[in-house]
C-alpha cells in the first residue's frame, strides 16, 4: 500500500513538472525539446499501470494540445507537429505498457518457476528422507552391486543378516562368487533375468573361503530376489538384491508338513472312513476307508459336494439346509454327537452308517470332519441275535410241549404195563423206550439249536470250511469258484457237515461224488452241492427242511436251514429224483465277497 502512494506520488509530481515545464516554454517561444520531458510521466504511467498507464499517458497528451493551442500562434505546422507528438506519446506509452505486461508475466513465470523448483527440491529431499528411512530401517535385507556384481551398499538389516559391524567389511563382496548362489540362478543373472528363490545359505562356506569376517555359522534358509538395474539404453549398471531369512517359517512348514504327513498316515490307516469339508460341504479329505465304503477314489471325491456323494436323494434338501446353517453357525443337530444314518454307495447301493461330525474353524470358515464306520454286519448281527432269541423262545415252547407229550406217552404205557398180561407187556416197554429215545433227540436238538445266533455273524472262508470236510475215501470231493468268503453264523461248517451226513445217509450205496460249486449270479452268490445217489423224490422236496422229517433224526436239514438264514441265506433241494439231490445255497449280493490272495 505505502509503495502504491509512493509510485502514484512520482507519477504526479512527474506529470506536474512537465506541464510546468511545457507552460514556461511555450511562453518563451520554446517548442523543440521541452515535449520529450512528457516521456518521463508517460513511460512511468504506462510502466506501473498498463492500460490506465496509456490512459493517463493520452490525458497528458490531451494537455499538451491545450497548451499549445492556448500558448503558440497554432499555426497547421506548429499544431500538426504537436498532434504528432501526442501520437509519439500514445504510441510509446502502447509500447511501454505491453513490454511491461510481458516483463511482468516473465517475472511472474520466473518467481513461478522458482517456487515449483523449490517445492520439487522440498519433495525430492523429503522423498529421499522417507526413502533412506525405509532403506536404513527396512527389516529385509538389501544389497547393492554394481555392474560387475559387486557391493557397493548394504542397510542395516544386510549387514545384520551378514553377521557383520560395518559396510566395509562386506564391500566389494562379489555375487558371482558367492558359494550360496545356485549355479541356475547366476546363469540367469549373466542372461539378464530376475531371479527369485529359496534356498539354505551356510556360513561355513563363507567361513572357509574368507570371503568376509562373519560373526554367524551354521545354516540359514533365504528368500532372495535378485534384480538387474538397467540404465535408459537397457544395459545392466548393477543389480539390486532383497534377502529376508525365513529359516523359522521353514521349521514351522516342515513341522506342518511332518504333522500333515502323521495325520494323513493316520487317516488313511484308519479302519473307519474319515471325510473332511470345507464351509460350501465341498469334499477336502477322503481316506481309503472311505474310497473302500463309498466306492469313489480320492480324485473322484476331492472338491465333490459331500451330499451328492453319499447322502440318499430323499435326504439331501434337507441336508443341504442344515449345512448352509452350519457354514454360518458351526452348530446343527447332527453337529458333535454320534448319529445312525443311512449312506448310499457309488453304486446307489445304501448301508446303514454311525457318524461323528465335528466342527472346524478355519480361517474365519466353518469346516467339518466327519467319522463314519459302516455298522451294517453289526445290523445284521442284532437282527440276527433278535432273530435267534425268537427262535429260541419258539423252540422252548415247542420242544417243551413235545417233551410233555412224550412223558404222557410213556406214563401211559407205563399204566398199560401194570394191568397187562405177560406177554404184551414186552410191547409196552419198547414203547416206553422210543419214547424215552425220543426224548433224549429233542433234548439233543436242543443243544445244537440254542448255539445258533449266539456269537456274531462273520465272514468265513467257504475254501476252508469244504477242505475241511471229512469225505470218506470212497467218495470224491469236486470243487469249483470256492475261493470265496461268506457272511454268515459261525456254525455254517456244520450246514455243509450236515449236508456230507445227508448224502452218506440218503444218498445209497452207489453214491461216489460230490460236487460243490459257486458262481455268480444277478449279483447273487449260488453254492451248489451236488451228488450222484438216489436223490430226493419230488413228494419230499418241501419236507426235507421241516424239523422231525426224515428217516434219522429230522434235524440236519432244517438246522442247516435256521443257521442260513440268520443272515438271510437261503437254501433250496433242486436235484432229478434218481440222478442224485442238489441243494443251491443262494447267498444275496452284499454277503459275499472274492477271498483275498494271500
Known amino acids: 500500500m505505502k509503495q502504491s502512494s509512493i509510485q502514484l ?49 493520452a490525458g497528458l497528451g490531451a494537455i499538451y494540445l491545450a497548451l499549445v493551442a ?16 501526442v501520437v509519439v506519446f500514445l504510441a510509446i506509452a502502447a509500447i511501454v505498457a505491453n513490454l511491461a505486461a510481458r516483463l511482468r508475466a516473465a517475472v511472474a513465470a520466473e518467481c513461478e518457476e522458482q517456487e515449483r523448483l523449490q517445492e520439487l527440491n522440498r519433495e525430492v529431499r523429503s522423498r529421499e528422507r522417507w526413502y533412506r528411512a525405509i532403506y536404513e ?174 447322502a440318499p436323494e430323499y435326504v439331501q434338501e434337507a441336508a443341504e439346509a442344515g ?26 447301493g445304501v448301508f446303514p452308517v454311525e457318524l461323528t461330525i465335528s466342527p472346524v474353524l478355519t480361517g474365519g470358515a466353518w469346516h467339518a470332519v466327519a467319522v463314519i464306520r459302516d455298522v451294517s454286519e453289526r445290523k445284521e448281527a442284532e437282527a440276527a441275535l433278535r432273530k435267534a432269541h425268537r427262535q429260541l423262545q419258539i423252540l422252548t415252547g415247542i420242544t417243551r410241549h413235545d417233551i410233555l407229550n412224550s412223558i404222557t406217552a410213556a406214563d401211559g404205557y407205563m399204566e398199560l404195563y401194570k394191568d397187562a398180561d405177560p406177554a404184551d407187556r414186552e410191547a409196552y416197554l419198547e414203547k416206553v423206550h422210543l419214547a424215552i429215545h425220543k426224548i433224549q433227540r429233542q433234548i439233543e436238538f436242543t443243544r445244537q ?58 444218498g445209497g450205496a452207489g453214491v461216489s461224488r460230490i460236487t460243490v460249486t459257486a458262481e455268480v449270479s444277478d449279483g447273487d452268490l449260488l453254492v451248489t452241492w451236488e451228488d450222484d445217489g438216489v436223490g430226493v423224490s419230488e413228494a419230499d422236496k418241501k419236507r426235507i427242511f421241516e424239523r422231525g422229517f426224515g428217516k434219522h433224526t429230522g434235524l440236519g436239514l432244517f438246522l442247516s436251514r435256521e443257521i442260513l438264514a440268520l443272515t438271510g441265506i437261503t437254501i433250496t433241494e433242486t436235484g432229478i429224483p434218481g440222478r442224485g439231490a442238489r441243494f443251491v445255497i443262494r447267498v444275496p449280493y452284499g454277503k459275499w465277497r472274492d477271498a483275498e490272495e494271500e
Open 449 to 506: 439249536y440254542e448255539a445258533i445266533g449266539t456269537l456274531e455273524p462273520g465272514w468265513q472262508s467257504l475254501e476252508t470250511i469244504i477242505r475241511g470236510l471229512e469225505v470218506p475215501p470212497s467218495i470224491s470231493l469236486q470243487t469249483s469258484g470256492i475261493k470265496r468268503e461268506i457272511y454268515a453264523d459261525p456254525m455254517l461248517k456244520q450246514v455243509f457237515e450236515n449236508l456230507l451226513d445227508n448224502t452218506q445217509r440218503h
Open 70 to 85: 492556448l500558448l503558440t500562434p497554432a499555426t497547421p505546422e506548429i499544431v500538426f507537429a504537436a498532434v504528432i507528438r
Open 323 to 348: 449345512l448352509r446353517n452350519f457354514a454360518i453357525t458351526g452348530t446343527g443337530p447332527v453337529i458333535g454327537r454320534p448319529l445312525e444314518r443311512t449312506a448310499r454307495r457309488k453304486d446307489g
Open 137 to 310: 530401517q527396512s527389516p529385509i535385507a538389501i544389497g547393492v552391486y554394481n555392474a560387475e556384481g559387486r557391493l557397493t551398499h548394504a542397510n542395516p538389516a544386510a549387514l545384520d543378516l551378514m553377521g557383520v559391524k560395518d559396510l566395509d567389511s562386506l564391500r566389494g563382496f562379489p555375487l558371482f562368487e558367492d558359494p550360496n548362489l545356485p549355479e541356475d540362478k547366476k546363469r540367469q543373472l549373466m542372461e539378464g533375468r530376475t531371479t527369485h528363490y529359496q534356498a539354505q545359505f551356510d556360513f561355513e562356506k563363507v567361513r572357509s573361503r574368507n570371503l568376509y569376517p562373519t560373526s554367524r555359522s551354521g545354516v540359514i534358509w533365504l528368500d532372495r530376489l535378485i534384480t538387474p538395474i538397467r540404465d535408459d539404453g537397457d544395459s545392466i549398471i548393477g543389480y539390486l538384491v532383497h534377502a529376508y531369512e525365513i529359516t523359522e517359517r521353514k521349521k514351522a512348514e516342515d513341522a506342518l508338513r511332518e504333522s500333515e504327513e502323521m495325520f494323513r498316515t493316520v487317516a488313511q490307516s484308519a479302519y473307519d472312513a474319515i471325510v473332511m469339508i470345507d464351509s460350501e460341504g465341498r469334499v477336502t479329505f477322503w481316506n481309503m476307508a472311505a474310497v473302500k465304503m463309498f466306492g469313489y477314489s480320492e480324485e473322484e471325491a476331492r472338491g465333490r459336494p459331500v451330499h451328492d456323494l453319499i
Open 9 to 57: 506520488g512520482i507519477l504526479a509530481l512527474s506529470s506536474l513538472a512537465a506541464i510546468a515545464v511545457t507552460i514556461v516554454c511555450l511562453v518563451s517561444d520554446i517548442t523543440i525539446v521541452f515535449p520529450h520531458i512528457f516521456y518521463i510521466p508517460i513511460v512511468y504511467a504506462a510502466y506501473y499501470y498498463l492500460r490506465r498507464g496509456v490512459a493517463i499517458s
